[in-house]
């Protein structure tokens, strides 16, 4: 069975300061999808990062970096010079790749508040 | 590119109605479309997948004639929540696989159902 843990229910910052949520996962597969979403309170998913299990490079983009450590089972997300538009709640989500249909399992998302 | 739209994004109706929500992926074929549910400050919960003229399949606990899934093209999906009660009443949300990247899945805006 899959799981993914996402600890942090609620973190606050101050405009500016860097942010780290964290995701820990778990899986039997040896193949697999990690993945990053945010969720603003107009409540619509956005697609943040895509990871593939056998690339553990880590990536950045603009403002976001992700640190994808296969031997902690870990794929956390660092916001970088926090701003006050990234409020929002954020998912970790792991895919399954058995058939054709790709579903997800979501971590319980992390509230992040970033105050002016 | 990968973009689904939802509609209609918020419902209010009186208990006993059935209430249609469409899904479409607007610039790519959906292979697969997902339905999720989601409660206040909760994760995303999966209720059903759907691939293309086929029969949706359904998670444990979740009553396919309550919930009625049609997947009539690659690029629409419905969900119909039958004779609505206010325990219907929640946040629910599509997403589409097929688009880029690979294996990620785009979210809808959701649909927010209020059954008074």
């Known amino acids: 069975a899959q799981k993914v843990t996402q600890a942090q229910t609620e973190i606050s910052v101050v405009e500016k300061e860097d942010v780290t949520l964290d995701c820990v996962y778990e899986?039997?597969?040896?193949?697999?999808?990690l993945f990053w979403y945010k969720q603003p309170p107009s409540g619509e998913l956005v697609f943040l990062i895509r990871?593939?299990?056998?690339?553990?490079q880590n990536e950045i983009s603009g403002r976001y970096s992700w640190n994808f450590q296969k031997s902690t089972s870990s794929f956390n997300f660092t916001i970088t010079a926090s701003q006050v538009v990234d409020s929002a709640v954020y998912f970790c989500?792991?895919?399954?790749?058995?058939?054709?249909?790709?579903?997800?399992?979501f971590g319980s998302g992390t509230q992040l508040t970033v105050l002016p | 590119g990968a973009v689904v739209s939802q509609h209609p994004s918020r419902v209010i109706c009186k208990s006993g109605t059935s209430v249609k929500i469409e899904c479409r992926s607007l610039?790519?074929?959906?292979?697969?479309m997902f339905w999720y549910r989601q409660f206040p400050k909760k994760s995303l919960m999966l209720m059903a997948t759907?691939?293309?003229?086929?029969?949706?399949?359904?998670e444990q606990g979740v009553e396919k004639d309550k919930f009625l899934i049609n997947h009539a093209s690659l690029t629409l999906s419905t969900l119909t929540v039958t004779s609505a009660h206010p325990e219907d009443s929640s946040f629910y949300i599509c997403?589409?696989?097929?688009?880029?990247?690979?294996?990620?899945?785009?979210f809808g805006d959701g649909t927010r159902l209020s059954i008074l």
């Open positions: 989500a792991l895919s399954d790749p058995s058939g054709s249909a790709r579903q997800l399992t």
């Open positions: 990871r593939n299990s056998f690339d553990e």
């Open positions: 759907s691939n293309e003229g086929s029969k949706a399949t359904y």
């Open positions: 610039d790519f074929q959906a292979t697969t």
């Open positions: 997403s589409a696989s097929g688009g880029d990247p690979p294996g990620a899945q785009h």
């Open positions: 899986t039997r597969d040896t193949t697999y999808y």
